[in-house]
């Protein structure tokens, strides 16, 4: 026991001195949180946006407020621009969207019972027109309710009834710190640990390790164990960022989060100690971990393209990556509140998948070199 | 008797399926507390027995005994009884002298207190830099350290991958030092090199070359079985001089050795010297200077590369 | 006096407060075999980097086949060729298909490379492995088919790091042959090794120490200074006096 613990303070020295491990490690999620956080927020905030009221009364006054209120666009107002002059303006690229309010707006939803107005987006950017054409609908909806205050006189009230396909919810960021908390772990446990095994073939300590009578399952208890502790604070870093940072209260247990993260983060670690066994440089212990773990986080986790959108063998592969059950989990427990009732099929599955991966990776760690 | 520490039967080692022969039928016997040297060029086999030895890998054919132990049955036995030093033995670059000694201490399940007499001799030398790290250490350093690393738990064996490449001639001569000190205690030590000169520092020496042994022998025997007269002959313009005795049909080989030309002739004569000298000046040559002279480690191997082929 | 090659004046390279080149001057003839010795850490390897035109000097001058190391990087690879122990060939590429490239990257015209390399692969004896893997060659077969590539563009000097490091003693000679026979032909020979035997082959030795040229000559005369039997006992003096060490 002595012995393995001297392994390990010799693994934490590594980890220590080096400074590339230690950005990696705390850098990364730092950077990935803010990142995702903000940047790649899928909402459409700030778009701008030409109204064009040829009806210049009252009741277009008002909805045109109504729209400059919302933080979601910025208004330009011309009253007078023909359709042509619009259109140029968009092909240019000088505005996003445009609302052309009719001059009998007023008379036509007053007395006919109902008014058209149009809405134009720039449709080379599709995600984003689709949004635009959904919020300017709903602040539409909206100010129809106004008008007309009490429900039994709104006969003629259009409630658009439209699918934002892209985020279902209406959630911006909230969905992605599940998947960017998939994400790091998985590239610092694989990643990390992999190189760390392989660094010490390469310098041939491997092969000292290996005529030692230290045990070889040893070494690689030695390995994982630091980085175990190291990816758990790691975990805890990216909870601060996300409470403290971004906003997000985490809704379920705090403690059931954590064992979740424990069983995901030994799933990343065998992985990575499997990684090891089959490669002899660092180059190739890190483009494996790259190419054969991030991307498929990326792709299958579901929290940048929704997987019920893919076709289906896409879906079928999906269920073998670690990080989409372990991003369900963590949706479930921190955005939900749910308890363990409800994820515990989903950590079954990962438990299934690390003791698997874990018993291979054991299994065919060499005892003697190829 | 003597007793017998390291003895290999017939044994063979392939690699990619078979396609690459890398150890050819090789048998040998390391006596105990001797001092054996495993000379030859990359590419020899040198690495392969070593791996073979320290139970790194398994040979495709034949035993091989360490310390008693069989190679297979007892590789648990084996591993506590070597100590080993792999060809690119690095150590942690990123711990210090006292960091690594304590960690390869713990790992053979010992601390540096148990053995200190052992390496004391060896440790006084870096003792002074045991903080700095060892990826600042010279080549000189890192192989003391390294050295000492190895004796930590005071092995029966030890084998000694190479110890010398691609280091200066100073810490060479420290480093082959330190053997012979170790050999004094009475460890067994299989060492391998590329260096002919060193061949001599060893008590016995295997000559090896494309997986095979050519000659087993001390060095001093493996010089007397040269079957030839060895002169050594210089002039003005040694190349020249390279050149035009390679096209006489009386030579048999005619290789540069430092500053001279080394010699053999087909059916040796008992004017060797006068004759070579006579040849030399007809053909131009001036300052013409010719001796016989012992031949050395590195004439031999040359001699046997050549019969063997 | 014959035509000087290389020319070194007072040239250093200083990392920091660190003098990892110091002063060092000496000059190199067409055709001449110019050892490079030192112990490891001396210096040799940054000296050599930066009369390849890899690396600037922090001062002194140095002029390389003519042209200037500050400021005629660029004319300075095109007119000499490089081999190290370390890389020296393309392992998956076939020997045709490395003499092919290396000729090519230092413009050697398609004819010419044609008409050449069929010489080349005679002369090495290499017909029938030709259209194999280098990595297939043995080591020492590499190394020759290496140095040859390294003068197939018939560069006016070569650099040669460690060019013998780990081969058979007589592969060993057989690739001093082809350096002689190069050296005979006007090319200048640049050339570092662990073997000091060899350094009894080139027609002059330096010997660098802690960054310092701090001996100079033909083998001969160095031995007579140290009064040593041999090249191993001359290197051993000086580089006894080292107080730096490191790689």
């Not at chain 1, 933080?71 to 259109?87: L, R």
């Not at chain 2, 007793?3 to 050819?24: M, P, Q, R």
């Not at chain 3, 004819?111 to 004896?125: M, N």
Request: glycine share 6%.
């Amino acid at each position: 026991m002595k012995q393995l613990f001297i392994f390990i303070r010799k693994e934490f020295y590594h980890v220590f001195r080096d400074k590339r491990t230690l950005l990696i490690m705390f850098g990364l999620p730092v950077v990935q949180i803010v990142l995702f956080g903000f940047a790649l927020n899928n909402e459409v905030k700030n778009v701008e946006l030409l109204i064009v009221d040829k009806a210049q009364d009252a009741l277009s006054g008002q909805l045109t407020d109504k729209i400059r209120a919302s933080a979601y666009f910025i208004v330009e107002e011309d009253p007078g621009m023909a359709y042509t002059a619009i259109e140029a303006k968009l092909k240019k690229g000088n505005t996003k969207s445009a609302l052309i309010i009719p001059a009998n707006f007023s008379d036509d939803l007053k007395h006919g019972g109902s008014a058209q107005v149009q809405i134009i987006a720039d449709g080379s950017d599709p995600n984003v027109a689709k949004t635009i054409v959904n919020y300017l609908s709903r602040i539409i909806g909206d100010f129809q309710k106004q008008v007309f205050a009490t429900p039994s006189i709104m006969p003629y009230t259009i409630v658009p009834e439209m699918r934002m396909l892209y985020n279902e919810e209406g959630n911006g960021s909230l969905n992605f710190i599940p998947g960017v908390m998939a994400l790091i772990l998985m590239i610092v446990c694989t990643a990390l640990t992999s190189v760390s095994v392989v660094k010490e073939k390469e310098m041939g300590t491997m092969e000292v390790l290996l005529v030692s009578p230290f045990k070889p399952i040893m070494v690689l208890i030695a390995k994982a164990v630091p980085y175990l502790l190291l990816s758990i604070a790691n975990f805890t870093l990216i909870l601060l960022l996300t409470v403290f940072l971004l906003d997000i209260a985490i809704k379920g247990s705090i403690l059931l989060l954590f064992l979740e993260s424990t069983l995901f983060i030994i799933t990343c670690l065998s992985l990575g100690l499997l990684i090891s066994n089959v490669t002899a440089s660092q180059q190739t212990a890190l483009l494996i971990c790259l190419m054969a773990m991030m991307l498929p986080t990326i792709i299958f986790t579901g929290f940048i393209m929704p997987l019920e959108n893919m076709p289906k063998p896409f879906q079928v592969i999906s269920n073998i990556v670690p990080s989409r059950w372990y991003f369900l989990i963590v949706k479930s427990v921190m955005l939900k509140g749910l308890g363990f009732q409800s994820v515990w099929k989903e950590t079954l599955v990962l438990f299934g998948m690390a003791i698997s991966l874990l018993f291979i990776a054991l299994k065919n760690f060499k005892i003697r070199l190829q | 008797m003597e007793k017998i520490a390291v003895s290999l039967n017939h044994i063979t080692k392939t690699y990619d399926k078979g396609k690459v022969l890398a150890v050819d039928d090789v048998s040998l016997q390391v006596k105990q507390g001797e001092l054996f040297g495993l000379i030859g060029p990359d590419g020899a086999g040198k690495t392969s027995i070593f791996r073979i030895l320290t139970t790194l890998l398994l040979a495709n054919g034949g035993t091989a005994n360490v310390a008693g132990y069989d190679l297979v049955k007892d590789f648990r036995e084996i591993r506590n009884r070597v100590g080993y030093m792999p060809g690119k033995f690095s150590l942690y670059q990123d711990l210090t002298i006292q960091e690594n000694l304590d960690f390869f201490a713990n790992v053979f399940g010992t601390s540096m207190a148990q053995n200190y007499e052992l390496i004391q001799d060896i440790y006084d030398q870096i003792k002074p830099f045991k903080d700095r790290r060892a990826g600042k250490l010279s080549g000189g350093m890192k192989q003391k350290l390294a050295l000492c690393c190895a004796l930590i738990h005071k092995p029966e064996v030890l084998l000694l991958d190479e110890p010398t490449t691609g280091v200066d001639v100073v810490s060479r001569k420290e480093f082959w030092d330190m053997l012979k000190r170790l050999k004094q205690q009475g460890i067994t030590i299989l060492v391998s090199t590329p260096y002919m000169d060193e061949a001599k520092l060893c008590e016995r020496i295997a000559l090896m070359q494309q997986g095979r042994l050519m000659s087993v022998n001390t060095p001093d025997n493996i010089v007397k079985d040269f079957p030839a007269k060895l002169y050594a002959v210089k002039s003005k313009n040694v190349y020249a001089l390279l050149i035009d005795l390679r096209q006489l049909a009386e030579v048999q080989s005619c290789y540069a050795f430092g500053e001279f030309l080394h010699v053999t002739l087909k059916s040796d004569k008992v004017d060797g010297e006068d004759w070579l000298r006579h040849v030399a000046e007809r053909k131009g040559h001036e300052q013409v200077l010719v001796k016989l002279i012992e031949p050395s480690i590195e004439d031999s191997f040359i001699r046997l590369m050549n019969e063997e082929e | 006096m014959a035509e000087k090659v290389i020319i070194c004046k007072d040239l250093t390279k200083q990392f920091g407060d660190f003098y990892a080149v110091n002063q060092i001057s000496f000059e190199v003839a067409k055709g001449e075999i110019f050892g490079f010795l030192g112990a490891n850490g001396a210096g040799k390897t940054t000296a050599m980097r930066i009369l390849c035109g890899l690396s600037y000097p922090t001062s002194g001058e140095a002029i390389v086949a003519g042209f200037d190391v500050y400021r005629q990087q660029e004319d300075i690879k095109r007119h000499i060729g490089y081999m190290s122990q370390k890389f020296s060939l393309y392992e998956n590429l076939t020997v045709l298909e490395n003499i092919e490239f290396f000729g090519g990257v230092y413009g050697v015209s398609r004819k010419e490379i044609k008409e050449r390399s069929d010489l080349l692969v005679k002369d090495l004896g290499l017909e029938r492995e030709a259209k194999k893997l280098v990595s297939d060659l043995p080591l020492g077969w590499k190394q020759k088919l290496a140095f040859s590539t390294a003068i197939f563009h018939r560069p006016k000097i070569v650099f040669l790091d460690e060019p013998t490091g780990g081969v058979d003693p007589l592969t060993r000679r057989q690739f001093w042959d082809m350096i002689y026979e190069a050296a005979s032909s006007g090319i200048t020979v640049f050339v570092t090794t662990h073997y000091m035997d060899e350094a009894e082959y080139c027609d002059r030795v330096s010997v660098m120490v802690d960054g310092r040229v701090e001996a100079l000559d033909t083998p001969n005369k160095l031995k007579e200074t140290y009064g040593a039997d041999d090249m191993d006992g001359v290197f051993y003096r000086l580089a006894m006096g080292a107080k730096r060490t490191g790689d």
